[in-house]
């Protein structure tokens, strides 16, 4: 599975952006989703996660109340929607998917099957 995420650029602190998700074509429905991320010198961050219809969704601490994760079925679509962004949020965002567990959102990045390249966000104060 071939994953691309998108939607990344200069944002200032406050401000919204909406990552996107996209597989190959292989159904995301069918898998668990999660977003991650990394900043210069740290390591790699759970952000969300999500499975099934979105039923069920997971979120790191430092997002909850800020970010939102969800699916676009049709689309076959995973999105990041990210609110009142902080500078402490900059950082390059990867999705990454998981077949084996499609029913559990997995929170450790070495449990994740395929992961896409990552896109850059950057919060400036």
């Known amino acids: 599975v071939q994953l691309q995420a998108s939607g990344g650029g200069l944002v200032q602190a406050g401000g919204s952006l909406r990552l996107s998700c996209a597989s190959d074509g292989r159904a995301l429905n069918d898998m668990s989703i999660g977003w991650f991320r990394q900043a210069p010198g740290k390591e790699r961050e759970f952000v969300a996660g999500?499975?099934?219809?979105?039923?069920?969704?997971t979120y790191g601490d430092s997002v909850k109340g800020r970010f939102n994760i969800s699916r676009d079925s049709a689309r076959n679509m995973v999105y990041l929607q990210m609110n009142n962004l902080k500078v402490e949020d900059t950082a390059v965002y990867y999705c990454a998917a998981d077949q084996s567990r499609p029913t559990i959102v997995i929170t450790i990045p070495s449990w994740y099957q395929y992961w896409g390249p990552g896109t850059l966000v950057t919060v400036s104060s």
């Open positions: 999500i499975v099934g219809n979105g039923e069920r969704t």
